[in-house]
């Protein structure tokens, strides 16, 4: 079972999630809660996966994703929030979440979004605005991301691409036909050439560069 922390500091938010959460039989939330109950409740019921409001009043979501960032054994953190605008997205991505979702995220898909996340893969909607790859690629220091693409090989562009698409090793083995280990390989050197140090990082600039096809289904893991 993937174990399933909701933090939103709307009761309605964290009942809806929730519902469609519990409905898989794979996933389990072991709890809902506000911001300011955060960090106790992933002490005390080890979340794999904590979806986590980025804007709430008693405490914010980038406090509450330090705080658990901080941890021996941190949990999964995506950032859920209402603007695909919103200009925390960019700090969240910076600090270690693993990405970030819409709270009008399709309910079918949701789950799905889940289960990367827990198999260590990402999440960015695909609402992500030019305003925040922009924001979160520091223009003044990165190559432009085409550039840092033409680096790739054949073979590692498409690792990229199943990256950006939120696949974690296993899945993009199986879907190029590769064992883990090659594929880790491959993602090492594609962290390398892109010069960043995160899969966020990598998704993000593969946006830039007009790698993802826009046929994608919004929010597809």
Do not use: C, W
Request: proline share 5%; no cysteine; hydrophobic share 45%.
């Amino acid at each position: 079972m993937i174990r399933v922390l909701v933090v939103d500091d709307e009761a309605l938010v964290r009942g809806g999630f929730t519902h469609i959460l519990n409905a898989a039989d794979d996933i389990e939330v072991v709890a809902a809660v506000p911001g300011g109950q955060a960090v106790r409740t992933v002490r005390e019921a080890h979340p794999d996966v904590v979806l986590l409001d980025i804007r709430m009043p008693d405490v914010d979501g980038l406090t509450v994703l330090a705080a658990l960032r901080r941890m021996p054994e941190p949990p999964v953190v995506a950032m859920l929030t209402t603007f695909d605008a919103d200009e925390y997205v960019t700090t969240a991505l910076r600090s270690g979440a693993a990405g970030f979702l819409l709270k009008d995220t399709d309910p079918e898909q949701l789950p799905h979004l889940v289960r990367a996340l827990a198999k260590g893969g990402t999440v960015l909607s695909s609402k992500v605005t030019r305003t925040v790859v922009d924001g979160y690629l520091d223009k003044d220091t990165r190559e432009p991301a085409v550039h840092l693409t033409a680096r790739l090989t054949e073979r590692e562009r498409a690792v990229l691409v199943l990256m950006a698409d939120g696949l974690a090793n296993t899945d993009i083995g199986e879907r190029l036909h590769l064992s883990t280990g090659t594929v880790k390989g491959h993602v090492s050197a594609v962290l390398n050439k892109l010069n960043v140090s995160s899969r966020v990082q990598a998704a993000l600039i593969a946006e830039r560069a007009g790698l993802l096809t826009p046929q994608q289904d919004e929010d597809t893991p």
